[in-house]
């Protein structure tokens, strides 16, 4: 039997994800640092959380919002330096807080030194290998080398300019063109990355988010991807979930397995099919994966009694710890996505604009927070999901920063919404977020005076104060730390479970309220219960 000590820390932990040019300015320029994130350390011990997820916080000309790298070993000045980094780990840990890093090893930025020494070197030199640069295709190289598209929209391929100062060469980007895709097929790329992954867990870093781990590997041929992707045999799409990317993350655990304290791996894998996903959660892989699953489900019984059950299947393979996510820095924020008459997500259709009740959003998001807080494993909290806020619809164009603006014509606004700069305190913008009349790099709704920690802070009725008390008593239950998960009967449209030994968890998403299953002790609620659980209402229980 595992003993206390031997678990691993993330098996039961709170991961709270700062998004950091959004979470606190401390220098007064509008833009959120490690500063301004030391100085709310304290908030975050308060609040009860084991761990954070920073987004990547690297030298960065911030084309994608600090996922294009150009130095993995450099804090942008933006943001800090590289002692701000040392000592925010330090003082985390010294409030028993872990520290996760964001690690991007498909692209980096096209500043990059490697990219940049690539540009002038010649087709087929090892400076060129880390990467991926081809001839084009029709008689003068004019169409891009293959039919890959950039997630962000638009062709995969950027033409080069030759010395000559005539078209050249393109080069492969799945996300922005700023973001050259690297060739993990040349060694240097391996080797770069294993080092990096020192550098950072000899900082005494507890664990990396993998940024999309399933697009790592490409086909060597790099083949059309043509009319029917679905023709494709598992793990034999061009370069999504490709079986040779399982070998880079075996020598990533490798590494992490030579520490003697435990370090965290955790994937970023976008996949439809859960048995492709638990690959990457094998023994000898991934600690653990985010459950998109579950971010993407409707806010109903059925739905998610689903899910829940084929994550626990899946995770069951291979004893991986599972995770329950509700938003990130990627989606439309969980409020607004309940408050509309469709709950469930779609990443390639995020509806920015459609009519969503922001109050039945937010009634339904604390239901889904005692859900997401009380199923066994990790649970992860985007910053800001604690106060409740909303997904800014409303930004002015002009301000949009996300690539997939541009990119796809002025169709997608993206995902500038759900990245809007915390609110802290006061009655008007910012919010405490800065000072000395900065203005915040997004602006920040009026509205949200209602919403900032300060003003939740004095309110037992708040959203914060629902997550103070859920995470406190989540820590103080063993049976909500457990692994031991069991359905319990319950009528339609009522998800019920029962955890450990002794803890009951009643989610009426039915229209109609229900009985209070037996009990001893009623833990928490998200709403007022009236002796029955009224619709849209969640409640964790005891039993002697
Ligand atoms: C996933 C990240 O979460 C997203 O923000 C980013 O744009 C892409 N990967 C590319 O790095
Ligand atoms: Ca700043």
């Known amino acids: 039997m595992a003993t206390e000590q031997s678990v691993p820390w993330w098996t039961a932990a709170a991961i709270y994800q700062v998004y950091l040019r959004s979470f606190a300015d401390g220098n007064g320029d509008g833009i959120g640092d490690l500063a301004g994130c030391r100085a709310h350390l304290a908030y975050l011990a308060e609040l009860g959380i084991d761990a954070i997820w920073f987004n990547p916080f690297y030298l960065s000309p911030m084309a994608d919002g600090g996922y294009d790298v150009a130095d993995y070993r450099q804090i942008d000045p933006q943001f800090g330096s590289i002692s701000d980094a040392e000592a925010l780990i330090t003082e985390a840990h010294a409030l028993g807080i872990r520290v996760v890093l964001d690690i991007v090893p498909n692209h980096c930025s096209d500043r990059h030194p490697w990219f940049v020494a690539a540009l002038p070197s010649k087709p087929g030199s090892p400076e060129r290998r880390r990467f991926y640069f081809r001839p084009g295709r029709g008689p003068a190289g004019e169409l891009p080398p293959n039919d890959w598209q950039s997630e962000f929209g638009g062709s995969a391929w950027t033409r080069t300019t030759g010395p000559d100062g005539l078209p050249a060469e393109w080069y492969l980007h799945l996300f922005a063109p700023e973001q050259p895709d690297f060739n993990w097929g040349d060694p240097a790329v391996r ?128 004893a991986a710890t599972t995770t329950w996510v509700l938003s990130n820095h990627d989606v439309v924020r969980h409020v607004t996505r309940y408050g509309r008459g469709k709950t469930a997500f779609k990443m390639d259709d995020r509806r920015i604009g459609e009519a969503s009740d922001i109050e039945l959003g937010t009634r339904r998001a604390r239901a889904a927070t005692l859900l997401s807080l009380s199923l066994p494993g990790t649970a992860y909290i985007y910053q800001g999901d604690e106060l409740g806020l909303w997904e800014v619809e409303d930004l002015p164009e002009e301000l949009l920063q996300d690539p997939f603006w541009e990119r796809s014509g002025k169709t997608d606004r993206g995902r500038d919404g759900c990245r809007v700069p915390m609110p802290w305190a006061g009655q008007a913008p910012p919010f405490g977020f800065t000072d000395n009349g900065a203005t915040p790099w997004l602006p920040q709704p009026q509205d949200w005076k209602a919403l900032t920690v300060e003003t939740e802070l004095l309110n037992p009725a708040s959203m914060l104060a629902l997550y103070q008390s859920a995470l406190a008593i989540r820590r103080r239950e063993p049976s909500l730390r457990s692994r031991t998960f069991a359905w319990e009967d319950a009528p339609d449209g009522v998800l019920c479970y029962s955890r450990g030994d002794n803890v009951v968890v009643l989610v009426n998403l039915s229209p109609e309220p229900v009985a209070l299953p037996e009990h001893d002790k009623i833990l928490i609620a998200s709403g007022q219960l009236w002796g029955r659980v009224p619709p849209v209402t969640a409640v964790w229980l005891r039993r002697k």
């Open 191 to 318: 080797a770069e990355f294993e080092a990096v992954l020192r550098f950072w867990f000899d900082r005494g870093v507890d664990g990396f988010r993998v940024d999309s781990a399933a697009l790592v590997a490409k086909d060597p041929g790099l083949s059309d991807i043509g009319e029917t992707p679905a023709s494709y045999g598992p793990g034999m799409h061009p370069f999504v979930d490709r079986d040779e990317v399982h070998e880079i993350y075996r020598s990533w655990r490798h590494i992490a397995d030579g520490y003697p304290d435990k370090r965290a791996l955790i994937g970023e894998v976008w996949l439809p099919d859960q048995e492709r996903f638990a690959l990457y959660l094998r023994d000898d892989e991934f600690h653990s994966a985010f459950n998109f699953d579950f971010l993407c489900c409707a806010l109903e019984a059925p739905a998610l009694r689903r899910v829940i059950d084929d994550t626990l299947a899946s995770h069951a393979r291979f």
